[in-house]
Nanobody, 116 residues
Framework: QVQPVESGGGLVQAGGSLRLSCAASGSISRINFMAWYRQAPGKQREAVAG???????NYADFVKGRFTISRDNAKNTVYLQMNSLEPEDTAVYFCNVLDLVLGTLWGQGTQVTVSS
């Protein structure tokens, strides 16, 4: 496979937690940056969190302190631990991979629904 594959989405109550996973193909040495985006119904896709090959992270203000992005280079995967989920977090979450050879790669997305 070429496209990254997300998993871990689902339905959770407000205040609950989910852990998203994204498995990327190809050589990890070509993947410089991995990130999570999300898109809620009727809204534009927005960046959630990103992590470099060095482990440097950045977060959107609306998830700071609640979400944690991490990366396992041995498994060629990126994770998004989501705690204290709110109904406003409901969206399709997409994995984004910057492959230095293939360019930007997007997963098909995984649905996260947070009930009030």
């Amino acid at each position: 496979q070429v496209q990254p594959v997300e998993s871990g989405g689902g339905l959770v109550q407000a205040g609950g937690s989910l852990r998203l996973s994204c498995a990327a193909s190809g050589s990890i040495s070509r993947i410089n940056f991995m990130a999570w985006y999300r898109q809620a119904p009727g809204k534009q896709r927005e960046a959630v969190a990103g992590i470099t090959s060095n482990g440097n992270t950045n977060y959107a203000d609306f998830v700071k302190g609640r979400f944690t992005i991490s990366r396992d280079n041995a498994k060629n995967t990126v994770y998004l631990q989501m705690n204290s989920l709110e109904p406003e977090d409901t969206a399709v979450y997409f994995c984004n991979v910057l492959d230095l050879v293939l360019g930007t790669l997007w997963g098909q997305g995984t649905q996260v629904t947070v009930s009030s």
